[in-house]
């Protein structure tokens, strides 16, 4: 197998080589709607899901406009659409319980992505995650990779929360090409779900694209990958006629 063209491979993270298995916001609307009931405070579901769809809205704002959001702020975001008279104290714990709601949940590498990481580096390739980060810190992020035994097949990680922006911006990309030692981003190889981000950004500062479809087959528009897999497997066909 031929990876002379190639030094490296990147990877985004959420539905790239990692998935929830449930979803973590059923969690969250019962430990909420807990909290909430504890302290006097009645919500409907329906006040609940407003409330929910208000903070991911204000994520999805800032994300979209390369503006870092912290978790007390999805969350202030949030409590705008529950009833009045949320303290402080209540405000807290809300918001701890949202990251626990995302922490508890359980998640998994997605199929073959052990396999390949192992193939990849055993043809002496360096590897690399390039991650928008929401409302859980890369430092757990990193840790679930530690738990699902594939924490040390990586060389370097691009998280936006240690970077300071999220892709498309060509920063993230060139910083985790320098941390991997790849002077020349047309010798490394990005995997990613989105066209907006992980397509657009690499492709931008030349590196060679591939869209990742086997958990989420992305639905905007926007310019077509090089390489459209839906196994990760399917990656070595690129070496194969590079």
Same mark, same amino acid.
């Given at each position: 197998?031929?990876? $002379? ?11 790239? !080589? ?6 973590? %916001? ?25 409330? @929910?769809?208000? +903070?991911? *809205? ?5 994300? $979209? ?12 975001? &949030? ?11 209540? #405000?807290?714990? %809300?918001? *701890?319980?949202?990251?626990? &709601? ?17 193939? %990849? #580096?055993?043809? +002496?390739? $360096? ?20 738990? %699902?035994?594939?924490?040390?097949? @990586? ?11 999220? #892709?498309?911006?060509? #920063? !993230? @990309?060139?910083?985790?090409?320098? +941390? ?8 490394? !190889? ?11 950004? &690499? ?11 086997? &958990? ?12 459209? !897999? ?8 690129? @070496?194969?006629?590079?």
């Amino acid at each position: 197998m031929d990876t $002379r063209n190639y030094q490296a491979v990147t990877y985004d993270y959420w539905n790239t !080589i990692m998935a929830e298995t449930t979803n973590s %916001l059923d969690r969250r609307r019962v430990l909420w709607t807990e909290i909430l009931y504890a302290n006097g405070i009645e919500v409907t579901q329906d006040q609940l899901d407003k409330a @929910f769809k208000k +903070g991911w *809205d204000y994520f999805e704002t800032n994300w $979209r406009n390369n503006v870092q959001s912290s978790l007390e702020n999805v969350v202030k975001a &949030a409590i705008t659409k529950l009833p009045d008279g949320i303290s402080s104290t209540v #405000k807290e714990k %809300l918001t *701890d319980a949202y990251l626990e &709601a995302s922490e508890s949940t359980p998640r998994s590498l997605l199929p073959e992505v052990e396999q390949t990481l192992q193939q %990849l #580096k055993g043809l +002496g390739l $360096r590897l690399g995650v390039i991650c928008d980060v929401g409302t859980i810190p890369s430092s757990r992020l990193r840790s679930w990779l530690d738990d %699902l035994n594939v924490h040390q097949f @990586f060389d370097y990680f691009g998280f936006s929360d240690d970077i300071g922006v999220y #892709k498309p911006d060509p #920063k !993230i @990309f060139k910083e985790t090409l320098t +941390g991997l030692g790849v002077l020349d981003p047309s010798e490394c !190889i990005h995997v990613g779900d989105l066209r907006r981000t992980d397509v657009a950004g &690499a492709r931008a500062i030349n590196m060679t694209t591939v869209r990742y479809t086997g &958990a989420r087959d992305d639905p905007e528009d926007g310019d077509e990958a090089d390489y459209v !897999i839906k196994n990760h497997s399917e990656i070595f066909n690129i @070496f194969k006629t590079s």
